[in-house]
């Protein structure tokens, strides 16, 4: 009889340490921002290799013109600016596949030559820089060698052209660096150019 009494004894202690251990409220986990994998929209200039199994003919380094297309044997004209390698993948496809049934096509990035920002003005290494990932406008005066005595820190441009229409963001320096406005410092897009007076 004592040993069953301790056993219920000994259950009813598990079950209640499980039941309070739900009650305490448990740290909040990160949310995961990492993008997606085969987001990258590919630009003007990049270059892409296509891989069509067993068809040596069909196994090819691209470069995206800059009209925004490709061409490849079987396919024609094969638009890519702005689209995922995933889409582009099924384009080839469907397309091939008129002459080569079930094919196994493969795209990748071979090098990302049209992924790139401008920094101009009053900076210590003006010029192109090239993005592989995501790149903001602190970053990308850094990759400039900083600004020069003479920069109007107040007064940089960040250009962006999106089709015919060009925009033009103000970025005060100094609200960032006093941890203000921190929305100014946006994440650049290829093409993007950073001007400081």
């Known amino acids: 009889m004592t040993r069953r009494f301790h056993n219920i004894l000994a259950g009813a202690a598990a079950a209640l340490l499980v039941l309070m251990n ?3 409220p448990q740290p909040a986990l990160a ?6 994998v085969g987001t990258y929209p590919v630009n003007a200039g990049d270059v892409l290799e296509v891989l069509v199994w067993k068809e040596e003919n069909l196994q090819k380094q691209v470069v995206v013109r800059p009209d925004g297309y ?22 080839i496809s469907s397309q091939i596949a008129r002459y080569i049934p079930d094919p196994v096509v493969s795209v990748s990035i071979f090098e990302p030559r049209g992924s790139k920002v401008y920094v101009i003005g009053q900076v210590n290494r003006p010029g192109e820089f090239p993005v592989n990932r995501y790149v903001d406008v602190i970053q990308a005066l850094s990759m400039a060698g900083g600004t020069t005595p003479f920069a109007k820190l107040d007064e940089i441009k960040i250009l962006r052209r999106e089709g015919a229409t060009q925009t033009a963001t103000t970025f005060a320096y100094g609200d960032i660096a006093n941890g203000k406005r921190l929305q100014q410092n946006i994440v650049l897009k290829p093409g993007d150019t950073v001007l400081v007076p």
């Open 70 to 91: 490709f061409s490849f044997p079987l396919t024609g004209d094969i638009r890519a600016e702005g689209r995922t390698i995933e889409e582009i993948r099924r384009d």
């Open 31 to 36: 949310q995961d921002t990492t993008p997606s």
């Open 22 to 24: 739900s009650l305490v």
